[in-house]
């Protein structure tokens, strides 16, 4: 079934901002161009959410080369989205699965709720405090410039850290169950952000970081007869 997320003229401007309701339901994280936006899915849903995708998602534990080096990365990763929408980073092309239906669910309920369409979503699963995602910024050349980034936390609550490229202090902000952050703007030229691990006790935790990726693969798309 065709993804349609009633936003299509929406990516037709190119500078992006969140809808005023949205942003009166959160605060930025003490950076431009984000907006964090607690309990945006309620605990019953962000717990069945956990669950299903938790069994159902095709779960990878990749290998990549860092800095020259080969290593297992310290989370486990799915990747869904629209045919043919296929995102690149660490060198590797990963072309997208099959929406699963929560998932494809979740996908629609965000896109309507920041205003932008989305085509692609990454997901991490953090299974205790070692599992981490270093500094990095999602500004991969397949996602455009200036790119709007929306992500669902559920599970443990765990910290998110944004650092200027340019130097100083990293922020520390809690990502709670069923909370929704927004990153636009020049948030990834100019930040970079990490999930790092923690010594305390938790449990598992997912975050859906759904984008719009621009690399489509023309003969994935369905023959005509
Ligand atoms: O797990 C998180 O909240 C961070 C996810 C993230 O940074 C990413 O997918 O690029």
Redesign the pocket.
């Known amino acids: 079934m065709p993804f349609d997320s009633g936003c299509d003229a929406i990516i037709t401007i190119m500078t992006y901002s969140p809808p005023t309701g949205l942003v009166r339901a959160g605060r930025d994280l003490g950076v431009a161009e984000t907006l964090y936006v607690p309990g945006f899915l309620s605990p019953g849903r962000a717990d069945a959410l956990l669950d299903d995708v938790i069994d159902a998602a095709n779960w990878q534990q990749e290998r990549l080369t860092m800095f020259g080096r080969q290593m297992v990365a310290p989370r486990l990763t799915a990747w869904y989205g629209e045919p043919g929408a296929t995102y690149r980073y660490s060198g590797i092309a990963r072309p997208a699965g099959a929406w699963l239906p929560p998932i494809r669910e979740l996908a629609l309920e965000v896109a309507k709720a920041v205003a932008w369409r989305f085509n692609y979503v ?1 997901v ?1 699963r ?1 299974r205790d405090g070692n599992d981490m ?1 270093g500094w ?1 910024a ?1 500004d991969e050349a397949d996602l455009g410039e200036a790119p709007v ?1 929306a ?1 669902i ?1 559920v599970g443990a609550e ?1 910290v ?1 850290r944004m650092r200027p490229r340019r130097g100083g202090a990293s922020s520390a902000s809690v ?1 709670g169950h069923g909370s929704l ?1 927004v990153m636009w703007g020049n948030s990834q030229r100019d930040y970079k ?3 790092p691990r923690t010594r305390q006790p938790v449990g598992e ?3 859906f ?1 759904f984008r719009r990726t621009r690399q489509v693969v023309e003969d994935a798309q369905p023959e005509r007869a």
Do not use: G, K, V
Request: overall charge positive; hydrophobic content about 45%; cysteine-free.
């Open positions: 990454l991490n953090y995602l990095h999602d980034l992500a936390s765990r998110f990502l952050l952000h990490s999930l935790r997912l975050s970081t």
